[in-house]
Every structure is written in structure tokens, then in C-alpha cells.
């Protein structure tokens, strides 16, 4: 809180307030005001600071509202009700999940997502001129239509399993369309060898490079996005079941181990090679005792999308729980403002939403938090079961775990956390202002005492003056009085005279004052 002098004042500035950064000055006790010659300016002078320090207080009164209504919004205020309430509701969400949504399943979401794949791959083949609605036949003409330049780097590019996730090109992310247009500008084909590092290999046919600027950009978007669809659903030769190509997430996650920065680690080569099991289906493949592979499980496109299927079929009793509790905080809101109120003209309304305020979010954050209870309990009894006596793993319980509701009790308890801290920021500006505000009022104090002094000044020449004005009516009072004195002596001397020489004379004087008594 730095003290600068400016126009021949002291003032007070604080550099964290909003209020001081809109008054850019308040002025304080330390003012000294310039030489003055009458109190009339003087006065002038301290009522125009006293006019200052008022709009400065308007000003941070205004702000001090707003920071209560915001401590007010980031408060819980649940009470035992709300809480019960979020609890019932987050086993109940609980019992749904276990009830009727079950376990993932990535084979029932890859199932799900081959189909949902081999529609679009037939559809997609009948607006660019295909006829039929076999798979096979679909895959060959969109094979042949949109042709792809890196194919011809085929076993320098990983061939076989890995080629569609070595080669950049058959990536379906931002970094595969750039890929695609830097082969059309360079002629290179972009990937990773067999040990997972970076390398440029010569497109062998040149057939689909573009000569002209249309050309490269052409085939480098459109036939680029034609091919991709082509390889989805697997290649001719095993329609709906041969490899696909790498979704979003797996292709981006192998872009990003070939950086340097995974070349020179154990743990980058170890991350390679996870991938690529990932992609060829023997990280996830069933097996039996003896470790054999049963049943590949390859993760691809089809199976990336099986995985979003999954994961919406664990978020129905995660909205379930979500519309319960905002309605239930709706609804009682809306009771509780009615009976404050007597009628809905009354209601305030913004108290009734269930929305951005800490009490809502600590009843999600309860009722998140007992779904989670429920269902991480459901997966180790369940693994547990049937583990039947042998040791429970991981995959054993993570199979039965609704990571939707997980996520959204971890989403949960971080904007609840969150709300805390910025209560507590706002707790601390809120102090803050009261002690600016306990400075203002000071001065102002000092302002209203500086004119009170003046008019105290201004009071004892009055009574300068008027003492001045009594001690000479007492002066010409006595003199009047002497003045009197003399004439009553002089008229007794006369009265004397008179009685001598005309007595009726004075018969008729004391008759006439009393006649005036």
C-alpha cells in the first residue's frame, strides 16, 4: 500500500484492489492541503476530500456485494436432507450399473463397432459409385478409386499386421493428413521401422503423386480420407475381419512414441512394443492355461469405437444419477422459495438452479462418490468369485469397474476442491477491502474533524464578538446609569426649590406619577 504525492497531496493507493484501480487515488489523513487565506476555502477543500473518500467507499461497498455473493455461491450449503438424498441416489445409480448395464465388454464393443463400420464402408462405396451392398466388392472398388502413393513402401513400412500402424499415412488423425500431404511434395513415405524409430522411406510408384498443385492436394485430402475407408472394415482379402487401420487415440499415441525423446529410453522401446501387441491383438488375446493364444483381440479403428459404445452403455446410470440429484436440488429449492415467498412472483429463481454453486457440486460429489463405492465393491466381490480361490487381478476387477463413474467422481471432486480454493482467494480479497475500507472511513473522519474546527474557529470569533459586543453595552449601560444618577440629583435639588417656593407645584407632580403607575 505505497504512499505517492501528487498535486501537493499524499495519497494512498492499493495496487490489489479493483476499487483503487478505479478511483486511481484516495486521499487520506496524510493529505496537507496548499496555503490558504480564509476558512471559507479551507472548507471548501476538506468537503470536496470528504466527496472523494464517499464515491471511493460507493465504489468498493459495490465490490465488497459482489465478493459476498460469490463466498455465498462457492458455500455448501447441503444439509443433512441433501446429503441423504445424494447417497440414495448414488446406490441406486449403483445397483442399475450392476443390474443392467454389467461388465465391459471389448469384444461385444469391437462386435459392435465392426458392424457399425462395415455399414459405412458400403454406404460410403455407394456414393462414390458402387452398385452392390457386398463388403467385399465394396473394399475392391474403394480400393481401386482412392489408391494410396505410401502402399508402394509396403515392406519398408512394416508390411503385413503392422503396416496400416507403421506407415503415418493410414493414421486417421491431423498428423496423418499432414503425412499424406508431405508424401505428395516430397515423395517420401512417412513412418517407423521394426525397432519403432522414425524414418523416410521413397514412394517406389509414382503413379499417385500429383504433378500440379490440385492434383497433390487432391489426392492428399480426398484420397487420403477414400483410403482410410477402404482399409476400416480390413482389406478385400478378409473383409470385416482382416486388419483395419488405427483409431484417433492408437494412432496418435504411436506418432507420439516415435520422438526422440522415446528413442532413448527403456521405457520408450517398452511403450513401442505395447503398441504394437495392442494393434496385432496379442496384448488383449484370450489365452489358455498354458499362455497359448486362443483368440487374438486386435485394438483398431472398429475396436476404438466398440470401446465408445462400452463406455456409453456405463454412462446411463451415471446420468441417472446426475438428473436425480439436480432435480431433486431443483425441486426442493423451489418448495423452499414458495413457502418463503407465498407465490412465484416472489421466487428467486437463480437459487433454485442446479448449476455452478458449491452445494450442487458437493451433492455430485457425494452421490459420484457412492456409485463409485458400490461398483468398485461389486468388481472385487465379482473377481473374487470367480477367481475361485486363486489370487484376484487386476484386469479381473478393472473388467467390472464403470470408468465413466470413476472419471466423473475424479471430475467431481476436483471442481468441489476447486470451489474451495477460489472461496477461500475470495475470503482473503474480502479482507483485504475491509481493511482499505477501515482507512477510507478514517479518513473521512479526519476530514469531517479538519472542517468541524474550522466551524469551532469560525464559533469562538462569534463569541469574541459578542463578549466584545456585552462588555460595551455594560460600558454604555454604566454610563447611562451615571448619566441618570446626575439628572436624579439635579432633579432633587430642584424638587427642593420647588417645594419652597410652589408646594401646590408638587402636589400636582406626585398626583400626575400616579396617575402614570
Known amino acids: ?85 445424494a447417497v440414495s441416489s448414488g446406490i441406486l445409480a449403483g445397483l442399475v450399473d450392476i443390474f443392467f448395464v454389467g461388465e465391459f465388454s471389448l469384444e461385444r464393443g469391437t462386435k459392435w463397432g465392426s458392424d457399425k463400420i462395415n455399414r459405412f464402408v458400403v454406404k460410403i462405396a455407394q456414393k462414390t459409385g458402387y452398385d452392390g451392398d457386398d463388403l467385399e466388392k465394396a473394399i475392391r472398388h474403394l480400393e481401386k478409386k482412392f489408391p494410396a502413393p505410401s502402399d508402394s513402401a509396403y515392406n519398408e513400412l512394416g508390411g503385413g499386421l503392422q503396416h496400416h500402424l507403421r506407415d503415418f499415412a493410414h493414421h486417421p488423425t491431423p498428423f496423418g493428413l499432414l503425412f499424406s500431404l508431405m508424401t505428395q511434395f516430397t515423395g517420401m513415405a512417412y513412418g517407423t521401422n521394426t525397432a519403432g524409430m522414425f524414418i523416410m522411406v521413397p514412394v517406389k510408384d509414382g503413379t499417385y503423386i500429383g504433378k500440379t498443385l490440385p492434383e497433390k492436394f487432391t489426392i492428399g485430402v480426398i484420397y487420403w480420407l477414400g483410403h482410410l475407408v477402404s482399409d476400416m472394415a480390413g482389406s478385400s482379402g478378409k473383409p470385416g475381419a482382416g486388419t483395419g487401420i488405427p483409431g484417433p487415440i492408437l494412432g496418435l ?19 513401442r512394443l505395447t503398441l504394437s501387441k495392442l494393434f496385432n491383438g496379442t496384448l488383449l488375446a ?50 423452499q422459495q414458495l413457502r418463503k415467498h407465498g407465490n412465484l412472483e416472489g421466487v428467486e429463481w437463480a437459487k433454485t438452479i442446479p448449476h455452478n454453486n458449491r452445494t450442487i457440486r458437493r451433492m455430485l460429489t457425494i452421490a459420484t462418490g457412492a456409485f463409485t463405492a458400490v461398483d468398485l465393491l461389486h468388481a472385487g466381490i465379482m473377481a473374487a468369485v470367480d477367481a475361485k480361490g486363486s489370487p ?55 476530514y469531517m474533524q479538519a472542517d468541524m474546527w474550522v466551524e469551532v474557529k469560525k464559533t469562538f470569533v462569534v463569541i469574541d464578538a459578542l463578549e466584545h459586543e456585552i462588555e460595551a453595552g455594560f460600558r454604555k449601560a454604566s454610563e447611562d446609569w451615571s448619566e441618570i444618577q446626575k439628572s436624579l440629583d439635579n432633579s432633587m435639588k430642584h424638587i427642593s426649590e420647588i417645594r419652597e417656593k410652589n408646594p401646590e407645584r408638587i402636589k400636582e407632580l406626585y398626583d400626575y406619577l400616579g396617575e402614570v403607575r
Request: charged letters at 30%; one cysteine or more.
Open 286 to 335: 484370450a489365452r489358455d492355461e498354458s499362455g497359448k493364444i486362443i483368440k487374438a483381440a486386435r485394438f483398431d479403428f472398429r475396436a476404438e469405437i466398440g470401446v465408445g459404445y462400452e463406455l456409453s452403455r456405463q454412462a446411463v446410470p451415471i446420468i441417472m444419477n446426475e438428473a436425480i440429484v439436480r432435480g431433486f436440488y431443483f425441486f426442493r429449492r423451489c418448495m
Open 1 to 85: 500500500m505505497p504512499i505517492v504525492s501528487k498535486s501537493g497531496k499524499l495519497l494512498l493507493v492499493e495496487e490489489d484492489s479493483s476499487a483503487a484501480r478505479e478511483l486511481q487515488r484516495i486521499e487520506f489523513d496524510l493529505a496537507v492541503p496548499p496555503l490558504m487565506d480564509t476558512d471559507a476555502v479551507v472548507q471548501a477543500w476538506t468537503r470536496e476530500c470528504i466527496r472523494d473518500v464517499d464515491d471511493s467507499l460507493d465504489v468498493l461497498q459495490g465490490e465488497l456485494l459482489a465478493l459476498d455473493k460469490e463466498i455465498d455461491r462457492l458455500t455448501n450449503h447441503a444439509d443433512q436432507v441433501d446429503n441423504m438424498l
Open 253 to 271: 499415441l504411436k506418432e507420439i512414441s516415435a520422438l526422440p525423446f522415446f528413442n532413448e529410453s527403456e521405457a520408450g522401446a517398452k511403450f
Open 392 to 446: 484376484v487381478t487386476l484386469p479381473m476387477v478393472l473388467l467390472r469397474v464403470n470408468f465413466v463413474g470413476v472419471g466423473r467422481f475424479a471430475v467431481a471432486i476436483g471442481m468441489d476442491t476447486w470451489m474451495e480454493v477460489q472461496q477461500k482467494k475470495y475470503k482473503d480479497q474480502r479482507m483485504h477491502l475491509r481493511g482499505t475500507e477501515l482507512h477510507l472511513e478514517n479518513a473521512k473522519l479526519f
